[in-house]
C-alpha cells in the first residue's frame, strides 16, 4: 500500500486530536509474517526512516504512547548521527500518513564496570516529537497502552515492527510484521553491558526493521520494546518500565507546564494509558509493587551473587512498627543539626529553591531553623543487610513546617520592602536590624545503620533533600 505524507512545519493541531488506546487481538500462533493492514495498529505503530536525496529509507520502529511521545530502541538512534541527518517518524492511517520529527530524547546511562572511558547506555530511548505533518483531525491519535509487568515463562507475546526497506519519491511503501512466541527467560538485570536494562527473552523470530517495534501481551498492552534478536529466534526484549525513569520536554502544550515530562506525568495529566502499581517518592525512585508469580521468577533469575539481601514486606513492616518513632525523631534531629551548620551561601541556595529573589537572598546576613511541626510520611527506601547483626537503613520523610529566622539589615529591608513581605512573615525590626520567617515543607532523605545485637543506630546522615511548594501565608 502506497502513502504520501508531506513534511511541514510544527503542527500544533496535534493538541486537538481525539486519543484512543483500542488493542487488537492476534491469533496466538508461533511464526512471523505481515500485519493484516497496513494501518491496523495506528499510530503505536511508528516507522523510524531517514531521508536522503532519493527519498528515504526505514531503519527501525517505534511505539507512540502519548501525543508526541514514543519509546524505541536507542541503537536505531544511534544510526542517524552516523548519516548526519535526524529521523523521520511516520504513522499510517487508512489512505493517509502523519509525520513526526524529534524535539527531546533521553536514555539512561552509567559508569562501564569494564572502561572507566565508557557510558553504558540503556537499549530503550524515551522522544518526543513534533507533528509535522496534515493532522487528519477525522482519524484519532491512535496510542499504544502500556503494562507494567514482568512476562512469565511460557506466556505468550507478540512483536509488531516494519522492514527494513527504502522508501522512493516520497511514497511510503512498507511492509508491517508481526511475529509471535513463548517467553523463555527474565534477566531482571539485564544481559551484561551489551543489554544492561531489565529484559528477557521469546522464543520467536524477527527481522532487521523490527527494533523499536511494540512487544504486546494477550490484551494488546506494551510491556517491552524489540531490543535485538537470532536469525531464526530467540529475540531479546527490554522491559517497558526503564521508559518511566525517563523525562523529555513535552510536545503539547498539557505537557510543557514544567521543563520536561515523565510517563508517569502524562499519564496523571490523561495523556498516557498505564496499567500497573507504580509508586514514585520525591526524588523519583520508582517502586513495581508485582504479583507473587512475578516476584518469584525475578528471584528465580537473579544470580545469588548478585542478590542484595534485604528485608522482606513483613519484616520491613515489623521494623517501622517498632523502631519509626525513633527513626523520625533522628531524621528531625539530623536535619535541623545539618541545616543549622550551613555556611550563608548554601543556606540561600536552599531558600533559594522557594522562588526567593535574589536581593532578599543577598542580604541575609545571619539565619537560624527549627522544626515546628515534625515529621510525616517516613517511608523506607532500603533495608539491606550488610553484616548479620547490621542493616544498613535508607529513608525518607517530610517536615511539614521547617521555619527560616533570617536577619537583614533595616536599610536593606526597606529597600526591598515589597519583596521581603511577599515571601517572608512575622516581620520585626529592631536596632537597625529586621528579623523575618519563612516557611517551608520539605522532604529529606536520610541513611544510617541498625545493630540488632545492641538494638541502637549509628548516627543518622541526611543525603538529599526535595522542596515541596511553599504554603500560601498571612503577612504581619
Same mark, same amino acid.
Given at each position: 500500500?502506497?502513502?504520501?505524507?508531506?513534511?511541514?512545519?510544527?503542527?500544533?493541531?496535534?493538541?486537538?486530536? %481525539?486519543? @484512543?488506546?483500542?488493542?487488537?487481538?492476534?491469533?496466538?500462533?508461533?511464526?512471523? !509474517?505481515?500485519?493484516?493492514?497496513?494501518?491496523?495498529?495506528?499510530?503505536?505503530?511508528?516507522?523510524?526512516?531517514?531521508?536522503?536525496?532519493?527519498?528515504?529509507?526505514?531503519?527501525?520502529?517505534?511505539?507512540?504512547?502519548?501525543?508526541?511521545?514514543?519509546?524505541?530502541?536507542?541503537?536505531?538512534?544511534?544510526?542517524?548521527?552516523?548519516?548526519?541527518?535526524?529521523?523521520?517518524?511516520?504513522?499510517?492511517?487508512?489512505?493517509?500518513?502523519?509525520?513526526?520529527?524529534?524535539?527531546?530524547?533521553?536514555?539512561?546511562?552509567?559508569?562501564?564496570?569494564?572502561?572507566?572511558?565508557?557510558?553504558?547506555?540503556?537499549?530503550?530511548?524515551?522522544? *518526543?516529537?513534533?507533528?509535522? *505533518?496534515?493532522?487528519?483531525?477525522?482519524?484519532?491519535?491512535?496510542?499504544?497502552?502500556?503494562?507494567?509487568?514482568?512476562?512469565?515463562?511460557?506466556?505468550?507475546?507478540?512483536?509488531?515492527?516494519?522492514?527494513?526497506?527504502?522508501?522512493?519519491?516520497?511514497?511510503?511503501?512498507?511492509?508491517?510484521?508481526?511475529?509471535?512466541?513463548?517467553?523463555?527467560?527474565?534477566?531482571?538485570?539485564?544481559?551484561?553491558?551489551?543489554?544492561? @536494562?531489565?529484559?528477557?527473552?521469546?522464543?520467536?523470530?524477527?527481522?532487521?526493521?523490527?527494533?523499536?517495534?511494540?512487544?504486546?501481551?494477550?490484551?494488546?498492552?506494551?510491556? !517491552?520494546?524489540?531490543?535485538?534478536?537470532?536469525?531464526?529466534?530467540?529475540?531479546?526484549?527490554?522491559?517497558?518500565?526503564?521508559?518511566?525513569?525517563?523525562?523529555? %520536554?513535552?510536545?503539547?502544550? %498539557?505537557?510543557?507546564?514544567?521543563?520536561?515530562?515523565?510517563?508517569?506525568?502524562?499519564?496523571?495529566?490523561?495523556?498516557? %494509558?498505564?496499567?500497573?502499581?507504580?509508586?514514585?517518592?520525591?526524588?523519583?525512585?520508582?517502586?513495581?509493587?508485582?504479583?507473587?508469580?512475578?516476584?518469584?521468577?525475578?528471584?528465580?533469575?537473579?544470580?545469588?551473587?548478585?542478590?542484595?539481601?534485604?528485608?522482606?514486606?513483613?519484616?520491613?513492616?515489623?521494623?517501622?512498627?517498632?523502631? !519509626?518513632?525513633?527513626?523520625?525523631?533522628?531524621?528531625?534531629?539530623?536535619?535541623?543539626?545539618?541545616?543549622?551548620?550551613?555556611?550563608?551561601?548554601?543556606?540561600?541556595?536552599?531558600?533559594?529553591?522557594?522562588?526567593?529573589?535574589?536581593?532578599?537572598?543577598?542580604?541575609?546576613? @545571619?539565619?537560624?531553623?527549627?522544626?515546628?511541626?515534625?515529621?510525616?510520611?517516613?517511608?523506607?527506601?532500603?533495608?539491606?543487610?550488610?553484616?548479620?547483626?547490621?542493616?544498613?537503613?535508607?529513608?525518607?520523610?517530610?517536615?511539614?513546617?521547617?521555619?527560616?529566622?533570617?536577619?537583614? @539589615?533595616?536599610?536593606?529591608?526597606?529597600?526591598?520592602?515589597?519583596?521581603?513581605?511577599?515571601?517572608?512573615?512575622?516581620?520585626?525590626?529592631?536596632?537597625?536590624?529586621?528579623?523575618?520567617?519563612?516557611?517551608?515543607?520539605?522532604?529529606?532523605?536520610?541513611?544510617?545503620?541498625?545493630?540488632?545485637?545492641?538494638?541502637?543506630?549509628?548516627?543518622?546522615?541526611?543525603?538529599?533533600?526535595?522542596?515541596?511548594?511553599?504554603?500560601?501565608?498571612?503577612?504581619?
Amino acid at each position: 500500500m502506497s502513502h504520501t505524507v508531506l513534511i511541514t512545519p510544527d503542527n500544533p493541531a496535534l493538541a486537538d486530536l %481525539k486519543l @484512543s488506546w483500542a488493542t487488537v487481538e492476534y491469533s496466538a500462533e508461533d511464526g512471523i !509474517g505481515p500485519l493484516r493492514s497496513l494501518h491496523e495498529a495506528g499510530d503505536a505503530l511508528v516507522a523510524v526512516g531517514i531521508l536522503d536525496g532519493d527519498g528515504a529509507t526505514i531503519l527501525g520502529s517505534g511505539v507512540m504512547v502519548g501525543p508526541g511521545l514514543l519509546v524505541t530502541a536507542t541503537h536505531v538512534l544511534d544510526e542517524f548521527p552516523r548519516h548526519g541527518t535526524p529521523p523521520v517518524f511516520m504513522t499510517f492511517l487508512p489512505g493517509a500518513a502523519r509525520a513526526w520529527l524529534p524535539i527531546d530524547v533521553i536514555a539512561l546511562s552509567k559508569p562501564s564496570e569494564f572502561d572507566d572511558q565508557r557510558r553504558v547506555v540503556s537499549e530503550l530511548s524515551l522522544v *518526543s516529537c513534533a507533528l509535522n *505533518s496534515e493532522a487528519h483531525a477525522n482519524f484519532p491519535l491512535m496510542l499504544a497502552p502500556i503494562q507494567i509487568a514482568l512476562p512469565l515463562i511460557g506466556e505468550r507475546l507478540w512483536a509488531i515492527g516494519f522492514r527494513h526497506e527504502a522508501i522512493e519519491e516520497r511514497a511510503a511503501l512498507v511492509t508491517p510484521l508481526i511475529s509471535s512466541g513463548l517467553v523463555t527467560a527474565a534477566y531482571p538485570n539485564g544481559r551484561g553491558e551489551r543489554m544492561a @536494562s531489565p529484559c528477557f527473552e521469546v522464543n520467536m523470530d524477527t527481522v532487521g526493521g523490527m527494533s523499536g517495534g511494540a512487544v504486546v501481551n494477550a490484551d494488546g498492552y506494551l510491556v !517491552g520494546i524489540l531490543s535485538s534478536s537470532f536469525e531464526g529466534g530467540p529475540s531479546y526484549v527490554t522491559l517497558i518500565w526503564e521508559a518511566l525513569r525517563l523525562r523529555v %520536554k513535552g510536545a503539547v502544550p %498539557k505537557l510543557q507546564a514544567q521543563e520536561t515530562v515523565s510517563l508517569l506525568g502524562a499519564k496523571t495529566l490523561g495523556l498516557v %494509558k498505564l496499567k500497573g502499581d507504580v509508586q514514585r517518592n520525591p526524588w523519583g525512585d520508582l517502586t513495581l509493587n508485582l504479583s507473587d508469580e512475578e516476584t518469584r521468577l525475578i528471584a528465580d533469575s537473579v544470580e545469588v551473587s548478585a542478590r542484595n539481601p534485604g528485608l522482606n514486606e513483613d519484616e520491613r513492616e515489623h521494623f517501622l512498627d517498632a523502631w !519509626g518513632n525513633e527513626l523520625e525523631s533522628m531524621g528531625s534531629e539530623a536535619t535541623i543539626a545539618a541545616l543549622g551548620s550551613l555556611p550563608l551561601p548554601r543556606m540561600r541556595g536552599f531558600l533559594r529553591a522557594a522562588d526567593i529573589p535574589e536581593q532578599c537572598l543577598t542580604a541575609i546576613v @545571619s539565619f537560624s531553623v527549627e522544626d515546628f511541626e515534625g515529621v510525616e510520611d517516613l517511608e523506607l527506601i532500603s533495608a539491606e543487610i550488610i553484616e548479620p547483626e547490621q542493616i544498613r537503613i535508607e529513608y525518607f520523610f517530610l517536615l511539614q513546617s521547617l521555619i527560616w529566622m533570617v536577619e537583614v @539589615s533595616g536599610d536593606d529591608y526597606h529597600r526591598h520592602r515589597h519583596d521581603f513581605r511577599e515571601h517572608f512573615i512575622n516581620v520585626s525590626e529592631e536596632d537597625g536590624v529586621a528579623s523575618m520567617e519563612l516557611v517551608q515543607r520539605c522532604y529529606f532523605k536520610a541513611a544510617t545503620v541498625f545493630d540488632r545485637d545492641r538494638a541502637a543506630f549509628s548516627d543518622v546522615s541526611i543525603t538529599s533533600s526535595a522542596i515541596r511548594p511553599r504554603r500560601s501565608t498571612k503577612r504581619s
